[in-house]
Nanobody, 115 residues
Framework: VQLQASGGGSVQAGGSLRLSCHVV????????VAWYRQAPGEQRVLVAG???????NVADSVKGRFTISRDNVRRKLYLQMNDLKPEDTGVYYC??????????WGKGTLVTVSS
């Protein structure tokens, strides 16, 4: 399975970005999938997840600002990030629910938010 994340960049606080992840080589529609963030010097953490049925959950730190969605036809996962804050800085990765064991992580996409 290949995970092709894109859409990161450098923005000022209060700005917005939309991340995309193309999942290649898996039956995307049957999996619960999620976005994870790894900040410099820290462990990777869950940011937002979406089930195969479309139910979503987001971390408290991004609630009201980030929205996760999926397109099963295009095999893509999205993360709309609004009102970005410096603490949102990090490399963002997509993957399936870790309870199922992760796919190979891929390169992720870097988001840098300046104050």
């Amino acid at each position: 399975v290949q995970l092709q994340a894109s859409g990161g960049g450098s923005v000022q606080a209060g700005g917005s970005l939309r991340l995309s992840c193309h999942v290649v080589g898996a039956n995307f529609r049957i999996y619960n999938v999620a976005w994870y963030r790894q900040a410099p010097g820290e462990q990777r953490v869950l940011v937002a997840g979406i089930s195969s049925g479309g139910n979503t959950n987001v971390a408290d730190s991004v609630k009201g600002r980030f929205t996760i969605s999926r397109d099963n036809v295009r095999r893509k996962l999205y993360l709309q990030m609004n009102d970005l804050k410096p603490e949102d800085t990090g490399v963002y990765y997509c993957n399936r629910d870790l309870d199922a064991g992760p796919w190979s992580w891929g390169k992720g996409t870097l988001v840098t938010v300046s104050s």
